[in-house]
């Protein structure tokens, strides 16, 4: 096994109140964006919201996370599958990169097949950017029904 890697988790306000069930559960299956960390032992140092629209929290919750030595602060699959999806994901991503010289990682675990499907649906993720953001945390069609 390589290296251990800490990481934090920002999750979007909305869901202030999750539990964390989804990614925890992702982060030890290493599924979603956690997939990158299969050859790696993994440890969870910070989980914080945003604090709510436009990101108040965005300034300070990676602070914290970086003082418990994260590397790596991933942005919650809530962001991409909530409606609508957060208009300030991109600037989020590129704001704790520029203040922090942290990598960012957007996504946590699969995205559900109902926000699949609904997403579809309503083409939200029509632009062609969102296959990017995307990809860390599109999984096939049995995963994402076991996220549901």
Known sequence: MKDKVKIGIIICDRYRNCAGGKCLRALRNREGAFSVYKDNEVELVGYANCGGCPGGNIEYAPVEMIKNVAEVIH??????????????????????????????????????????????????????????????????????????
């Open 75 to 148: 942005l919650a699959t809530g962001f991409i599958v909530g409606y609508p999806p957060c208009p300030y994901l991109e600037f989020f991503r590129n704001f704790i990169t520029a203040s922090f010289g942290v990598k960012v990682i957007i996504g946590t675990h699969p995205i559900p097949q109902k926000y699949y499907d609904m997403h579809h649906l309503l083409g939200s993720w029509n632009d062609p950017e969102w296959e990017e953001i995307l990809k860390p945390t599109l999984a096939d069609e049995k995963i994402r029904l076991a996220y549901d």
